[in-house]
């Protein structure tokens, strides 16, 4: 019997084409088409979520350590905000919040 082997096999070392295919696939990131334009799209997951973020599809806040979304517009980091991952997918349904009287018919 030989000995047990304890140091990690090199795989895919020599080829680097390999090295930046895992780094985008770890990353999370993709690109999505909108009608309000091109946003990048990122998951982040809950280890990395360090602070609270207001949510501005439903004003609710994320709490620390929670996954959420964070998306922007592709030329424009400014408009960089943090999502709720359902409230990302369903913004497009989602319908302007109209407040009515306490009286006002509902139709």
Do not use: F
């Amino acid at each position: 019997m030989s000995p047990r082997r304890n140091k990690p096999k090199k795989r895919g070392k020599d080829n680097p084409a390999h090295g930046s295919e895992r780094e985008i696939g770890a990353s999370h990131q993709s690109i999505e088409e909108h009608l309000e334009g091109i946003y990048m799209v990122r998951r982040i997951t809950g280890s990395s979520s360090t602070k609270p973020y207001r949510c501005p599809g439903c004003d609710q806040l994320i709490p620390m350590a929670t996954p959420h979304t964070v998306a922007w517009l592709e030329h424009d980091v400014e408009s960089r905000r943090h999502w709720h991952t359902a409230c990302w997918n369903n913004r497009e349904k989602r319908k302007p919040k109209i407040e009515r009287t306490r009286n006002a018919p509902r139709y």
